[in-house]
């Protein structure tokens, strides 16, 4: 097997476990990142609405979009960072810097490669979140789309192909910025305990590498979640035909949210977001890993 089809199919189950372990924090930050100013008094309050008003089932409402986007996107973000790890490691190795023939990368370096992630996993996610939230935040009593597929076809007849990408440009920038971080933070820990210990990769306990996960989605939404909050905006702006749309650029909505909201907007919902990160990182992390190794016992 060749090793970008092993990266890939690793990615794939990181991305799984991901989404299994975070949907259900997940749909609450969208439901508090969206709602208007007051309708909540916090994450317990938005849980409990969301229990008593749409039942156990809508912690993982638009859960088929994600388990097989997300899956998708996370599969790309480990490709497409283990592919420039070894482009930078073979610059080094030609250079004779680096150590371990080349492996041991720089922070640039790291960092670089995990924007390059991003950026490929952007062209992805994007659509995929944004189908996501559209299902997320939509009532259960009047629902506009009848699950994500429908989704897809509705937004596609209105507005074409820059519909389903709606939200794109504040996408890809938390997309390199956050996981230029997020990977930058892990490989770094993991290059830590591997020189402190005299040990290969594969040798780091599954323990640790829940660890480093963990700290590494701290990393990234430190870094991202008033951006990622924008995104939420933009991607439900115009959500139904009646509401209109409310935002003409990304600048005008977090112009208009800073004007209308105050600061605290941007960190709405960021309470669940710190709860989900490290079981849903660790948990990505963990499931690539051991993936991994098993792929090369294979």
Same mark, same amino acid.
């Given at each position: 097997?060749?090793?970008?089809?092993?990266? =890939?199919?690793? /990615?794939?189950?990181?991305?799984?476990?991901?989404?299994?372990?975070?949907?259900?924090?997940?749909?609450?930050?969208?439901?508090?990142?969206?709602? #208007?100013?007051?309708?909540? %008094?916090?994450?317990?309050?938005?849980?409990?609405?969301?229990?008593?008003?749409?039942? $156990? =089932?809508?912690?993982?409402?638009?859960?088929?979009?994600?388990?097989?986007?997300?899956?998708?996107?996370?599969?790309? !973000?480990?490709?497409?960072?283990?592919?420039?790890?070894?482009?930078?490691?073979?610059? %080094?190795?030609?250079?004779?810097?680096?150590?371990?023939?080349?492996?041991?990368?720089?922070?640039?370096?790291?960092?670089?490669?995990?924007?390059?992630?991003?950026?490929?996993?952007?062209?992805?996610?994007? #659509?995929?979140?944004?189908? *996501?939230? @559209?299902? !997320?935040?939509?009532?259960?009593? %009047?629902?506009?789309?009848?699950?994500?597929?429908?989704?897809?076809?509705?937004?596609?007849?209105? @507005?074409?192909?820059? /519909?389903?990408?709606?939200?794109?440009?504040?996408? =890809?920038? @938390?997309?390199?910025?956050?996981?230029?971080?997020?990977?930058?933070?892990?490989?770094?820990?993991?290059?830590?305990? &591997?020189?402190?210990? /005299?040990?290969?990769?594969?040798?780091?306990? $599954?323990?640790?590498?829940?660890?480093?996960?963990?700290?590494?989605?701290?990393?990234?939404?430190?870094?991202?979640? $008033?951006?990622?909050?924008?995104?939420? @905006? &933009?991607?439900?702006?115009?959500?139904? #035909?009646?509401?209109?749309?409310?935002?003409?650029?990304?600048?005008?909505?977090?112009?208009?949210?800073? *004007?209308?909201?105050?600061?605290?907007?941007?960190?709405?919902?960021?309470?669940?977001?710190?709860?989900?990160?490290?079981?849903? %990182?660790?948990?990505?992390?963990?499931?690539?890993? &051991?993936? &991994? *190794?098993?792929?090369? *016992?294979?």
């Amino acid at each position: 097997m060749s090793k970008t089809v092993k990266d =890939l199919t690793a /990615g794939t189950v990181g991305g799984i476990a991901q989404v299994l372990v975070g949907q259900p924090f997940d749909i609450v930050k969208v439901r508090m990142q969206t709602a #208007p100013k007051g309708t909540y %008094n916090g994450m317990l309050h938005c849980a409990g609405g969301l229990l008593k008003n749409e039942g $156990p =089932l809508a912690f993982y409402k638009g859960t088929l979009t994600p388990l097989l986007g997300i899956g998708v996107c996370v599969s790309i !973000q480990f490709g497409a960072l283990e592919y420039a790890k070894r482009i930078f490691a073979a610059q %080094n190795l030609a250079a004779g810097r680096g150590g371990e023939g080349g492996r041991a990368l720089t922070g640039n370096q790291l960092f670089l490669s995990g924007v390059f992630a991003g950026l490929a996993n952007g062209v992805v996610s994007g #659509p995929v979140e944004h189908i *996501r939230i @559209r299902l !997320q935040t939509q009532s259960n009593t %009047n629902p506009l789309y009848n699950g994500p597929w429908d989704a897809i076809k509705k937004i596609y007849a209105q @507005r074409g192909v820059a /519909g389903i990408y709606k939200g794109q440009a504040v996408t =890809l920038l @938390r997309e390199a910025t956050g996981y230029g971080v997020y990977f930058l933070t892990y490989e770094k820990l993991v290059q830590w305990e &591997m020189s402190k210990k /005299g040990i290969k990769r594969d040798q780091i306990s $599954p323990a640790n590498a829940v660890l480093y996960g963990a700290t590494a989605g701290y990393a990234l939404w430190a870094v991202i979640y $008033p951006i990622d909050m924008i995104k939420s @905006r &933009m991607q439900t702006d115009g959500f139904t #035909p009646s509401t209109g749309q409310k935002y003409k650029s990304t600048l005008d909505c977090v112009r208009t949210v800073w *004007r209308t909201e105050g600061i605290g907007a941007f960190t709405r919902g960021l309470g669940p977001t710190l709860i989900r990160s490290p079981f849903a %990182n660790g948990a990505t992390f963990l499931g690539f890993e &051991m993936a &991994m *190794r098993v792929l090369d *016992r294979s």
